[in-house]
């Protein structure tokens, strides 16, 4: 089906271009290596939530001023993963090594999982996949409104289709070309309807006049489209990239309202708002989403501290296996997912990666 963005089908090539013009093209390629992994922001110093990526799709199609991706891929195309029975086959046996566990993986580490879908199929494949797993569920994380042609899927109640979102403001001066804010909540409201699970992310959240109003809008938009039993699970997380990100984000877009904000270096080497900044956007957005979610809502924090948690929510988690046996413990209770009633300590056995 052709794209309403006309990207071009072509072979692969090697050739290195800038990284808004790999935007123009979308190639097909084989998976090469291991595409199944831990998320790339995983840092122990930090809470963090133990998602597993597969890293199925590569560059995308979109214009976020704060994309880490401009800092990241050199290589000059959007690229999906084409066989999906490869995918699978490595996604199966890893999954099987802990058949007591629920996997959470997400296809959105280095792209968008549904800008592409008209073109590439790709999700659609991927849902049929996963209805029939146990111990896993497959998360589609966007800034799109492309969901019609995954509508009609029996998914199994096994894929979570997630967006980030933000406030018009944010959306209209720093995330080009995107899906509009209008047409993201009723692309939610036609998955809803349709039996997925949602996820909300509302991260980064961005300094701006009138943030707190606009932050306040967006979550009743949000609540007027879609019931809040659907929501499988919101995250919160602020504006962070590494220090050498800023020159790429003002020659990329100079016209961005993001680098001039004071921030502070972190130990996972990214910049972000100074702490009670950051809390006090986080209170203001929990605040409003306590008015429509209910109390067993799973809402968490990305990439944050301890004592952060404690000021926003009133408590923590005790360790990153306990975070991970909270999504897995809500998912069963609230939504039947996941192959066994889970057993925490089996979550906090599981190793940290040596490499984080």
């Not at 995308?60 to 999906?80: A, H, M, R, W």
């Not at 403001?169 to 720093?174: A, D, Q, S």
């Not at 360790?319 to 609230?334: C, K, P, T, V």
């Amino acid at each position: 089906m052709k794209s309403k963005r006309q990207l071009n089908q072509s072979s692969t090539s090697s050739k290195k271009v800038n990284f808004k013009d790999g935007k123009k093209g979308l190639q097909t390629i084989s998976k090469k290596g291991e595409a199944m992994g831990t998320c790339a922001t995983f840092n122990k110093k930090y809470l963090c939530c133990r998602v597993h990526v597969l890293r199925s799709v590569h560059n995308c199609p979109y214009e976020c001023s704060y994309c880490f991706l401009q800092n990241y891929l050199t290589d000059g195309s959007t690229k999906i993963v084409d066989d999906i029975d490869t995918l699978m086959q490595e996604v199966k046996g890893n999954i099987s090594m802990a058949p007591w566990r629920l996997f959470r993986i997400g296809t959105w580490e280095l792209g968008d999982s549904l800008a592409l879908e008209r073109e590439s199929g790709q999700a659609a494949r991927l849902i049929r996949e996963f209805a029939g797993l146990k111990n896993a569920v497959l998360e589609l994380k966007t800034k799109s409104d492309c969901v019609d042609t995954i509508l009609d899927l029996d998914h199994n109640g096994r894929t979570v289709v997630s967006w980030s979102l933000n406030t018009e403001h944010v959306r209209n001066t720093e995330e080009h070309r995107t899906a509009p804010l209008k047409d993201r909540i009723s692309a939610i409201q036609k998955a809803g309807k349709a039996g997925y699970l949602i996820g909300l992310h509302f991260d980064p959240m961005i300094f701006h006049r009138g943030w707190e109003e606009s932050y306040d809008a967006l979550v009743m938009q949000v609540f007027k489209a879609i019931s809040p039993d659907k929501i499988a699970w919101i995250s919160i997380g602020s504006l962070r990239f590494n220090p050498e990100m800023r020159k790429k984000i003002d020659n990329n877009y100079p016209d961005n309202g993001l680098t001039c904000a004071e921030m502070v270096l972190g130990d996972d080497s990214k910049v972000r708002y100074v702490k009670p900044l950051r809390v006090g956007m986080y209170q203001r957005l929990y605040g409003e989403l306590k008015k429509y979610i209910p109390a067993e809502t799973l809402v968490y924090l990305c990439m944050e501290r301890w004592d952060v948690w404690d000021k926003v929510f009133g408590y923590h988690p005790e360790s990153i296996g306990h975070l991970d046996y909270m999504f897995a413990r809500s998912l069963y209770e609230r939504f039947g997912l996941g192959p066994e009633a889970p057993n925490r300590d089996n979550y906090e056995k599981i190793p940290i990666p040596k490499n984080k």
